[in-house]
């Protein structure tokens, strides 16, 4: 069966949680986790299932960009998408008309992902695996075919990028099995959200700590009185031997952030994420010597940008996104060269789905790429797991594996009937107050 498209739905659906200040940072105060929700159904009957997040308003843009490239998946089978997939990655992303509204960048890249995010979860689900296990036991040669080397050759040749796998087949049977053992290490965010009141800081901040969370994230870079007071909380609550990172979300300008970043030290934070525009690699670069690692990945809008993030040294962290890069191909080249640079990768997730979809990749990374665990982890975040079919599970701060097929982001229908927007009863309700 070749598993030919038949048809390709996209659906706007938002979740209001900034009615509890969920999710909020410095720049975005107000956040509504939502998603452009993509299903692919074939003839055999079988469904992909893709997403790329998003902050509430504006979803219907990226609804109308994911529309725009459905008619070149749509009538194409799996079996000729997956047995050239770089190519069709350059169908997506390097069509002569609608490259104009990137390329590779902003709404029709965020498109590209919910596309291609579903093709991966068909493919992973023909296969019968989860999607990390797909990649896992695919061949070295076909897991670089996935990737569009164009614009980064200069770093990382496809021959280079099979010598890394090739490498990393030793030990990689023990990688998995301690993985199906323990999972993968995790942090949280969802404790220090900039609009909770430091009540609520300090309540989720100790049911956390009960839980077996030793790693946290607190947003900043509001107002600097309000920073030193919430971290030092913090900090006071999780002792000197927990990890505290910060996360101002693009807030400052250079020197603004260096001087704020400085003051901030006393709680010794392992990274500041985001301290300005995510386009200024040198303004990441800038911050080197104040000697607290810098993060940045989840504006990162493609494989370009991160690799001369990493030519210049400006991260200490790599934040990869499963929705921000164009899906699975371009996040693969990421991992290689940050492999490459000896860069760790810890990938941004939390929003809607973005947990479901990053432990997939940051299990490849280990067992297939990295093979390292010190100083790794990835984001986790403890909001709206409830509405998918398949939720990320987290057992003592770890992401258990995923074992079921695709790629975990199928959405309940009775969730995405409820939050469509704005015709689902609970934007109705919000819209007629
Ligand atoms: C608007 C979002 O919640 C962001 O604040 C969030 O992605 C954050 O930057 C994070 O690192 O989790
Ligand atoms: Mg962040």
């Not at 896992?136 to 990028?161: G, H, N, W």
């Not at 500041?272 to 670069?285: M, Q, R, Y």
């Not at 991260?315 to 990421?334: H, K, M, P, T």
């Not at 790429?369 to 709206?384: K, P």
């Amino acid at each position: 069966m070749l598993q030919k498209i038949t048809n390709f739905t996209v659906r706007d659906v938002r979740f209001p949680t900034s009615l509890e200040q969920h999710g909020s940072d410095a720049m975005h105060t107000d956040p509504d986790y939502s998603a452009a929700y993509v299903v692919l159904d074939t003839d055999s009957g079988l469904k992909g299932f893709g997403l790329t997040f998003t902050l509430g308003k504006g979803t219907e843009i990226v609804v109308r960009a994911v529309q725009a490239l459905a008619g070149l998946v749509v009538g194409k089978s799996l079996h000729d998408i997956v047995s050239n997939f770089r190519d069709f990655y350059r169908l997506l992303t390097s069509d002569g008309q609608m490259r104009w509204l990137g390329p590779e960048k902003g709404v029709i890249h965020l498109a590209t992902a919910a596309v291609l995010n579903a093709v991966w979860d068909l493919w992973a689900r023909v296969e019968g695996k989860p999607l990390w296990k797909l990649l896992v036991d695919m061949d070295p040669k076909q897991v670089v075919s996935c990737i569009d080397f164009r614009y980064i050759t200069d770093v990382l040749t496809e021959e280079e990028a099979l010598g890394i796998l090739v490498n990393a087949k030793e030990g990689k049977q023990q990688r998995e099995d301690l993985m199906m053992s323990q999972g993968y290490p995790a942090y949280t965010t969802s404790c220090a959200w900039l609009g909770y009141s430091d009540q609520q800081l300090k309540q989720l901040c100790a049911d956390a700590l009960q839980n077996g969370w030793t790693r946290f994230k607190v947003k900043v870079g509001a107002d600097l009185e309000d920073d030193i007071r919430r971290c030092r909380l913090i900090r006071q609550m999780i002792g000197p031997s927990n990890t505290l990172m910060i996360d101002a979300n693009q807030r400052w300008d250079v020197v603004e952030a260096i001087s704020w970043v400085t003051k901030l030290a006393e709680v010794k934070p392992l990274w500041i994420e985001e301290p300005t525009s995510p386009d200024d690699i040198l303004g990441h670069a800038a911050l080197a010597p104040l000697g607290i690692g810098v993060a940045s990945g989840e504006q990162c809008h493609n494989r370009v940008m991160f690799k001369q993030f990493l030519q210049a040294s400006a991260l200490q962290f790599v934040q990869i996104d499963s929705c921000r890069l164009g899906s699975v191909n371009e996040n693969l080249a990421v991992l290689l060269m940050a492999h490459k640079f000896k860069v760790p990768v810890c990938p941004h997730a939390g929003g809607v789905g973005l947990c479901e979809l990053v432990q997939h990749l940051i299990l490849f990374d280990y067992i297939c790429v990295s093979a390292d665990l010190s100083g790794r982890m990835c984001e986790y975040v403890d909001h709206l797991h409830e509405h998918f079919t398949s939720p990320a599970v987290i057992q003592n701060a770890h992401y258990l594996t995923p074992k079921d097929p695709g790629y975990s982001c199928e959405m309940l229908e009775s969730s995405v009937k409820r939050h469509e927007y704005p015709e689902g009863d609970v934007w109705k309700l919000q819209l007629n107050k």
